[in-house]
């Protein structure tokens, strides 16, 4: 592959969903050379960890969140 091709890879999928259906068509295909197609499935997992990651994190703030409104409404109450 050439730079032009490496660089309109890396442009198309950063594209959003569109980039991660041309992930998949692209990593699971049979007509496409085998550094895309190694390049396009590194890419899906490593997308895969990173919404682990950030589930895993949102799961933590919200238990967090939690313990920290429930101090908050313990206190002092004016009237």
């Not at 959003?16 to 895309?36: E, H, Y």
């Amino acid at each position: 592959m050439t730079v032009g091709n490496w660089l309109a890879t890396i442009i198309l999928t950063s594209l959003g969903i569109i980039g991660i259906i041309l992930l998949f068509v692209w990593g699971f295909s049979d007509n496409v050379p085998t550094a895309k197609k190694n390049y396009c499935r590194a890419m899906l997992i490593m997308q895969a960890i990173a919404l682990g990651l950030v589930i895993l994190f949102v799961i933590i703030l919200i238990a967090a969140g939690g313990s920290v409104f429930d101090s908050l409404n313990s206190g002092y109450y004016y009237s």
